[in-house]
């Protein structure tokens, strides 16, 4: 099967290039709220959420958990996002 190739609308978040890991990616969508942390959720995609934990260090079946003061949840999302913003 041949892999399609890409289509003329950009689907990356410019925002995010360079990110490495998931656990890159949370960090900049944290640093992106500044110090109004204490009611932060985000959602981490499902299909990445064992490779946030693993780089983490945290407990891969629980559904979430909190990082760097933030809640985060393993949600059917394709992104990292603010559960607000979902």
């Known amino acids: 099967m041949r892999t399609p190739g890409p289509s003329h609308l950009d689907q990356s978040d410019p925002a ?4 490495r890991n998931v656990r890159e990616e949370v960090d900049r ?20 959420w064992a490779e946030f934990m693993l780089l983490t260090g945290g407990p891969g ?3 979430e958990t909190q ?20």
């Open 61 to 63: 079946d629980r559904d």
């Open 29 to 48: 969508e944290i640093e992106t709220y500044g110090r109004d942390l204490h009611d932060l959720v985000l959602l981490v995609p499902e299909d990445r």
């Open 16 to 19: 995010k290039a360079g990110v």
């Open 67 to 86: 990082y760097r003061g933030v809640t985060l949840r393993r949600g059917a999302v394709t992104a990292v996002v603010a559960q607000e913003g979902f």
